[in-house]
Nanobody, 122 residues
């Protein structure tokens, strides 16, 4: 069974940083692109970054460019998301998902993790 487990969320002050992890089990890690999504309170979930099978990284949100860094460690079956200069508007549940190719659209992904909560205080 394919499973994704996110970790690394928590409460952080504005201006701080976090590193989120997404660990995949039950599947061959190299076969999948891994996308990161977030859902802020009262808002729809949005895709903002993806690490492709070939190692190309894509960022979909202008608000995250320069602050979000995605990377994958195939030896650990894990994708990391480094978030710097955190802002209160980054408060959200962050989830990862697998797909055959990168996309910012949810229908492209067919397995999801439970998510990890990030709260940024001002």
């Amino acid at each position: 069974e394919v499973q994704l487990v996110e970790s690394g969320g928590g409460l952080v002050q504005a201006g701080g940083s976090l590193r989120l992890s997404c660990a995949l089990s039950g599947a061959t890690f190299d076969d999948y692109a891994i996308g990161w999504f977030r859902q802020a309170p009262g808002k729809e979930r949005e895709g903002f970054s993806c690490a492709s099978r070939s190692g190309d990284n894509t960022y979909y949100l202008d608000s995250g460019k320069g602050r979000f860094t995605i990377s994958r460690d195939n030896a650990k079956n894990t994708v990391f998301l480094q978030i710097g200069s955190l802002k209160p508007e980054d408060t959200a549940i962050y989830s990862c998902a697998v797909a055959w190719g990168c996309s910012s659209a949810e229908p492209a992904y067919d397995r999801w993790g439970q998510g990890t909560q990030v709260i940024v205080s001002s």
